[in-house]
């Protein structure tokens, strides 16, 4: 009762990164108010297969559905576990990741149990709350912070009356850690058909192709991304062969995947990948707070641009003031001078 | 089989295009920098539903939208297009909702609409990127949803197959109707605006949008089509508890705008020589290399 409860996504029998990250977070909020972390993982035949994947994350109970059906993944037999699920438990947060798969999950789950759910938080922290109007003060609230508003500003939200406080967070945002401390670590394996209908199963999966990941954005050392100020595709072409050379990988801006120079998953930021490199070299980025909210933990950022007050060079080690059409190419040049 | 279709669509400010001025000094929106626009991927659920409406004669598709009196523009530009009729939820009561306050309004009204097949709409807004009001409409309907669908392949028998994106790659789904399908961006784009449906609408309106001194005034008498329907929190029957501030579980507790955490950089310019001596500094840092 009342615990944080982390819902796990799987691919076949593997976990979902994203799930070990939000254990992670999750058993730091657990703890701080002093209560359980449980889990939930619902698949086929994954049964003795996702609870070494789960359980080191510092979980204290976790809940294991395995039926014919529940992989792959589809809307009403998930949310029916999570409803039915949740009104035994009445967990006071839930996370799930912001994948496909979360983002069509979590809001029929709040809508069945009218709770808020916030997509795509980038932290999350417990604190009190004051509400203005009612004059009502809430303690131990979680914190749902996230961009708003085109990433102009960052807004804090709160779900003072309805349980579970559920958000979701994109894979990359928070890191996984195994869990140092001692929890409980008990399994059960509810009966499916006791949370699902049989009328449920409705919507079939006729046909479906999963490629594993064509690039290692999340994980790359340096990254070379370009915004819109790159200016065309031939010359977004160029940061590939800058990133091939330093062996990096390369990423873009939402404007530059929207202007079509680049695939959607290359984009960082908060709708996009999070990632953490020591070297981050921005090309025509402007620098909108929610590309910025995907790339700031990077070590050393250079920022190449022709506006010397672009707001992305406040948070740069190297500003080049100049056009990418001229400086990648003499940073391609110029390495392969220097670095040989 | 004819088809009764519903799209949902948004007027949302155009947050992809945010220049310096969004902001005012003291920290609010400058919504007049913003201008309003049709949310991209509704225009992607649009091209869905006349594709389908084509696919079956019979069929109608009408444009759900909810906002101030000035979001009859989605409405118009839905008519432009080819759908056949529109509604427009405006009502102070509506205001300030949430996701989830907004999906009882919708959800109520589609209940008003009756007999839907179909409802179709954007996979998110690009002013929350929530992705929420799509799932939760078919929740409170009690219907099936398929999200980030790229196409409706057919819809036959009273299903409908759907190719949608998923994490790393694509599925084909089927799904009984009524469904609810929320059309991802790689979706094909909507076809323009046809210049004869232009011309036939485009002094139509929602009676909150006029001023009642248009010089064209007279046509509303002889032209039934050209007022749109405009709905208040009472026209849906909906309840007022559930709706705007009062129904929506969310609160924002605070807002605050960006203040970067500003490093010492140290600025070159583009020259050869600021640009190699930039190379042997991180070569020689072991920053790259």
């Known amino acids: 009762m009342n615990n944080v409860i982390v819902y796990c996504e799987i691919e076949g029998t593997t976990v979902a990164e994203v799930s070990q990250e939000l254990l992670t977070k999750g058993r730091k909020l657990a703890t701080e108010l002093g209560v359980d972390l449980d889990a939930v993982v619902a698949g086929t035949g994954i049964k003795g297969k996702v609870e070494e994947q789960i359980l080191p994350y510092g979980v204290d109970k976790l809940f294991v559905f395995d039926a014919e059906g529940l992989f792959p993944y589809t809307s009403a037999p998930h949310t029916d576990i999570l409803v039915n699920l949740f009104k035994e438990e009445n967990p006071q947060i839930c996370l799930m990741g912001a994948t496909v798969i979360g983002r069509d999950l979590g809001p029929r789950v709040s809508s069945s149990l009218t709770s808020g759910l916030t997509a795509d938080c980038t932290e999350l922290e417990i604190g009190d709350y004051d509400d203005v109007r009612t004059k009502q003060h809430y303690d131990n609230l979680l914190y749902q912070i996230r961009p708003a508003f085109g990433g102009n500003i960052v807004a804090t939200i709160v779900n003072p009356e309805h349980r579970p406080q559920m958000a979701t967070v994109r894979s990359g945002v928070m890191q996984k850690a195994l869990y140092e401390g001692k929890a409980k670590g008990e399994v059960v394996y509810p009966e499916v058909a006791k949370y699902v209908p049989e009328t449920d199963f409705v919507v079939k999966v006729l046909d479906r192709h999963v490629e594993a990941a064509k690039h290692n954005l999340k994980g790359a050392a340096i990254v070379v991304a370009g915004g819109y100020g790159v200016g065309s595709k031939e010359a977004f072409d160029q940061l590939f062969v800058l990133a091939k050379e330093l062996h990096g990988e390369v990423g873009a801006s939402r404007a530059a995947v929207d202007a079509g120079w680049v695939d959607h998953d290359r984009q960082v930021g908060q709708t996009g990948v999070t990632v953490h490199p020591k070297v981050y070299i921005a090309c025509g980025i402007s620098g909108q707070i929610q590309h910025i909210a995907g790339m700031q933990d990077a070590g050393i950022i250079i920022s190449i641009n022709t506006d010397p007050d672009a707001p992305i060079n406040k948070i740069a080690d190297y500003v080049i003031v100049g056009s990418v059409e001229e400086v990648v190419p003499k940073l391609i040049k110029y390495y392969k001078q220097n670095s040989k | ?289």
């Open chain 2, 1 to 289: 089989m004819s088809l009764n279709i519903v799209v949902l669509a948004k007027q949302v400010p155009d947050t992809r295009n945010v220049g310096k001025d969004a902001m005012k000094a003291d920290g609010t929106i400058n919504r007049a920098a913003l201008p309003a626009i049709f949310n991209p991927e509704d225009l992607n659920a649009l091209e869905q539903a006349l594709r389908l409406k084509e696919q079956h004669p019979g069929s109608t598709v009408g444009m759900l939208t909810m906002g101030l009196p000035s979001a009859g523009e989605i409405i118009r530009q839905g008519l432009y297009r080819g759908a056949d009729t529109g509604w427009l939820l405006t009502d102070r009561g509506f205001a300030g909702a949430d996701t989830l306050a907004t999906s009882y309004a919708l959800a109520t009204a589609i209940k008003k609409i009756g007999n839907v097949d179909i409802v179709i709409g954007g996979r998110q807004a690009i002013d929350g990127d929530t992705a929420q009001v799509g799932p939760q409409v078919a929740q409170k309907l009690g219907l099936n949803q398929v999200t980030y669908a790229e196409e409706i392949l057919k819809i036959e028998n009273g299903k409908a197959t759907i190719r949608r994106h998923i994490d790393g790659g694509v599925e084909t789904v089927e799904a009984p109707l009524p469904v609810v399908v929320t059309v991802n961006g790689s979706a094909a784009p909507c076809r323009p605006c046809n210049a004869k449906l232009v011309m036939k609408y485009k002094y139509a309106t929602c009676p909150m949008e006029r001023k009642g001194d248009e010089p064209w005034a007279d046509l509303y008498n002889e032209r039934p089509y050209l007022t749109l329907n405009q709905w208040s929190v009472a026209d849906i029957d909906a309840d007022p508890a559930q709706c705007g501030m009062s129904g929506s579980p969310t609160k924002v507790k605070n807002v605050v705008n960006i203040v970067f955490q500003a490093k010492e950089s140290k600025t070159l310019t583009g020259s050869d020589a600021d640009v190699e001596s930039l190379v042997q500094e991180l070569l020689n840092d072991k920053i790259i290399g």
